[in-house]
């Protein structure tokens, strides 16, 4: 995994960090499901899904169940272990 992509991550907002973490804990998930776990608007799912795939932390494919959604999932090269932003707790 790039360094950049590392350090992307972390300047991420909290939403973003959030649907990162819900993708981390509990595997592949539809937006909506996302939705459901974090509790957060589906716009900001949305949005931060989007900066996600942008700095290449996750890969979108088809759902097939239902091919008008789509699956995300953590990218699988990806060391998130060296990512220490994601482990911080704000004071």
Known sequence: MEKQ???????LPPSAKL??????YSGAHTQKEI???SRLSAR??????ENLTDIGA???????PDARQRL???????????????NEVPV
């Not at 996750?58 to 097939?64: A, D, F, K, M, Q």
């Open 5 to 11: 992509t590392l350090t992307g991550l972390c300047e």
């Open 58 to 64: 996750v890969t979108e494919e088809v759902y097939i």
């Open 72 to 86: 995300y999932r953590l990218d699988e090269t990806g060391d998130w272990e060296q990512v220490n932003c994601l």
């Open 44 to 49: 900001t799912v949305r949005s931060a899904l």
């Open 35 to 37: 939705v459901e776990r």
């Open 19 to 24: 649907v990162f973490k819900v993708l981390e």
